[in-house]
């Protein structure tokens, strides 16, 4: 973790702000307990570290889909000039990568009415069709 530390600090001072700067703020969010002070910054928790991954590379996938498991079921974050759900950011997470595994099955837990269902990239799909 020191090292992804180091790494987003040097990165700041430089303006060095895209690429591989969001998969290393994607890193340390899977890394982080609780929370991290990352040098002039601040702290960030692992939600925060997600946010700053997607805002710097609003394609990396797997960043939106571990941002939607730092949601609580009603809670909403901002990127952007947008507000996203757990169900959002995997939407999000599947425009990008489409066969991401934990995305759908995931998704599927955002549907807990019966019958209900999601569109994805068109196409409607039903909780147990998230699962498979």
């Avoid at 950011?89 to 019966?114: E, I, N, Q």
Wanted: proline share 3%; glycine share 6%.
């Amino acid at each position: 973790m020191r090292e992804l530390l180091h790494q987003l600090e040097a990165a700041s001072t430089s303006g060095d702000e895209v690429g591989l700067l969001s998969r290393q703020w994607f890193d340390l969010a899977r890394t982080v307990s609780n929370s991290v002070q990352v040098d002039s910054l601040g702290a960030f928790d692992r939600k925060g570290c997600c946010l700053e991954a997607v805002r710097k590379d609003a394609a990396l996938a797997p960043a939106w889909c571990y941002l939607a498991t730092t949601l609580s079921p009603r809670e909403k974050v901002q990127v952007d000039d947008r507000e996203y759900t757990a169900r959002q950011c995997y939407l999000k997470a599947l425009h990008f990568d489409p066969k991401m595994a934990c995305s759908w099955s995931r998704l599927g837990t955002t549907l807990v009415s019966p019958g209900e269902t999601v569109r994805v990239e068109g196409t409607e799909y039903t909780a147990r069709q998230c699962y498979l």
